[in-house]
């Protein structure tokens, strides 16, 4: 008897301490922050930290989960909760999500469209849900887990659409353009100019207007190219100027690395989840 009371409080015991880890809510969350020696921040995981930000409405507090610079989950002391890409619609972003946002509230990404949905509302084997709400950034979950405001419209669901269509054809016309010189000065410098913590200067100032300016002109930038390849894991020199490294049994160019690359590289900064060529 005494040993399965032990075992009891044991299994309590990491109930709430995995609670602690992951907080849900503004309570769970304040709670967090009270148990640690620095009470408006602690680290929840791998770039990841919950910090206390200061109110700007009267009343309402706010706790934030901070992923790098953004804030991709805000708990507020009415109990809605506020959920934001900060325009990174990457894996690790909607896990962060997933992992802290609002009870009973997932996002879901179907064709490289992210939805907002309740847990209990789906069917199928796969969970597929029964209705579902088109994420924006900002949208709010009220207490009761249902979408307060912020979702995307008809019109940015359009939009992003025709912004996909667009990253399509450009990283169709970087792979055409093979070979490609060596990025140089001449390049754009938001594409070019590398900081001393390796990030590129459009990187560093959150400005993505030179990349639409770039889908517009149909502007081939070697050092977008040469950037992209790197994320994507590959070695630059090798898969640009080495023409053996791209030669398939037909002989010609395997463009499929370079289209993929672009694809993700420029989705990534544009706030769109794309799964590339």
């Known amino acids: 008897m005494q040993g399965t009371q032990v075992a009891g409080r044991a299994t309590q015991w990491a109930k709430e301490r995995a609670k602690r880890a992951n907080p849900r809510s503004y309570r769970d969350a304040a709670k967090v922050l009270a148990q640690g020696r620095n009470r408006d921040r602690r680290k929840l995981a791998n770039n990841t930290w919950l910090e206390r930000r200061q109110s700007f409405v009267s009343g309402v507090e706010r706790i934030a989960v901070r992923l790098h610079q953004t804030d991709v989950v805000v708990y507020r002391s009415d109990g809605s909760t506020k959920l934001d890409s900060g325009g990174w619609r990457t894996v690790t972003t909607k896990d962060r999500i997933n992992r802290f946002g609002p009870k009973g509230v997932r996002v879901w990404s179907d064709k490289g469209e992210w939805y907002v949905y309740r847990t209990g509302n789906t069917h199928g084997c796969y969970g597929v849900p029964r209705k579902r709400t088109p994420f924006a950034d900002g949208v709010v979950i009220g207490p009761r887990g249902g979408v307060r405001s912020g979702a995307a419209t008809a019109q ?8 996909k269509e667009r990253i399509r054809r450009y990283a169709k016309l970087c792979a055409d353009s093979l070979p490609l010189p060596m990025p140089s000065g001449g390049d754009c410098w938001d594409c070019s100019m590398v900081t001393s913590d390796g990030k590129t200067l459009g990187d560093r100032t959150l400005d993505t207007t030179h990349l639409k300016s770039h889908l517009t002109e149909g502007y081939v930038v070697p050092s977008l190219v040469w950037h992209a390849l790197e994320e994507a894991g590959y070695d630059p020199k090798r898969q640009i100027w080495h023409a053996v490294a ?3 049994g037909l002989g010609h160019w395997d463009d499929r690395p370079i289209r993929s690359a672009v694809i993700r590289y420029m989705a990534r900064r ?8």
């Open 270 to 277: 544009l706030g769109l989840s794309m799964k590339g060529a």
């Open 246 to 248: 791209f030669r398939d």
């Open 156 to 163: 940015e669901l359009r939009a992003r659409k025709i912004l």
